[in-house]
């Protein structure tokens, strides 16, 4: 089943995980809470919406076979992939322990790195 994500369900998950509560984001403008999220994430949501759709539905195996989606694990390991933070700066950021960050970290940046042969 593909999970499709919305840039503005992106949008809002990925500035949850980053500290801002949904009261904070709708009392901001959007044009605010699109800085704090590229601020946060490196780009705008519409690319990671892109790439979540893209990593479901690829035709390669390395990137599909163990693929377990999950919106704010991917967001996770495009913050690790941003920032390359230690496990245990992840860990306190996703309020996770060090394995469980380590291990969505790791597991998104390989399969995005195996979509290198589709998209480059």
Known sequence: MVVVCSPDTVLYRGL?????NK???EKS??????DRFTSEFGSH?????????????TKLSEVREGLKF?????LMGIYFLK???TNAQQESR?????KTAAK???????KIQAMKKEKV
């Open 16 to 20: 949850l995980l980053a500290g801002f």
């Open 23 to 25: 009261r904070r984001q």
């Open 29 to 34: 403008s959007r044009e605010t809470n699109l």
């Open 45 to 57: 949501p519409k690319v990671y919406a892109q790439i979540a759709y893209d990593l479901q539905t």
């Open 70 to 74: 999950d919106l704010d694990n991917f």
């Open 83 to 85: 920032c390359y933070p």
């Open 94 to 98: 996703f309020c996770c322990c060090k």
């Open 104 to 110: 969505w970290a790791w597991h998104y940046a390989e």
